[in-house]
């Protein structure tokens, strides 16, 4: 059980979420993406969604700015947050600049927004967030199915067992208590609901 939670973490590592979701975008919309190459998409938004983020806090680690990859402590989480949202700054503005789906832009707008929150909360408590890009990729999904031509319902249904099934690993590592789970899942939806409205 205990592999299998560890699993999940890293398969659904925050950092993780916005490929996920533009993988969902091609095979839903493919044909949102205007003729761009579905590996070019990829590669856009997994080398600065992930690649660049997770360097960052490998040499973080190396340096002994942080005591472990994972990050624990949630004090110790502000220069990876720091770091993580000039990534993200920068990877929203390459997309805007690629012609990537409206869709696309919602999401990453809202997990900017995400991310600034948990970055001032993190300040002063310790949330999940693993639960913050959980929640904010069921509200994201939930706005692909309003526009998705191809009938994704089923999508949405894995997606709420699997955000559980991460939520239940987070707790049976002891990483995060329920509260923590809770406050990060409603920041990642809130995040979301408000980057739609500042996207437009």
């Known amino acids: 059980m205990k592999i299998f939670s560890k699993i999940l973490s890293y398969c659904f590592h925050p950092l993780t979420i916005p490929t996920w ?35 960052s806090i490998l040499m973080m680690r190396k340096l002994g700015l942080v005591d472990s990859i994972e990050v624990p402590d949630h004090k110790q989480r ?9 990534f993200y700054v920068w990877a929203y503005l390459a997309l805007r600049k690629t012609n990537f789906p409206y869709l696309m832009g919602v999401f990453m707008m809202g997990t900017l927004v995400s991310i ?15 639960m913050v890009g959980m929640g904010g990729a069921l509200t994201a999904v939930l ?3 309003l526009f ?3 009938d994704i319902s089923y999508i949405f249904l894995a997606l709420v067992v699997l955000t559980g099934a991460v939520a239940s690993a987070r707790l049976y590592l002891d990483a995060h208590t329920l509260q923590e789970v809770y ?6 939806m809130f995040g979301q ?4 409205f500042l996207y437009q």
Not at 22 to 46: D, Q, R, T
Not at 116 to 130: A, E, M, P, T
Not at 193 to 196: A, K, N, Q, R, T
């Open 21 to 55: 979701m533009v993988l969902l975008l091609l095979y839903s919309n493919p044909f949102l993406f205007a003729g761009m190459p579905s590996g070019l998409a990829i590669a856009i938004v997994w080398v600065n969604t992930f690649m660049f983020p997770a360097i």
């Open 78 to 86: 502000i220069i990876p947050l720091v770091a993580t949202i000039i």
């Open 116 to 130: 600034f929150i948990s970055f001032f909360i993190n300040v002063f408590y310790k949330l999940s967030l693993h």
């Open 143 to 145: 706005f692909i199915i």
């Open 148 to 150: 998705s031509q191809t």
């Open 183 to 188: 406050a990060g899942f409603m920041v990642g």
């Open 193 to 196: 609901v408000l980057g739609l």
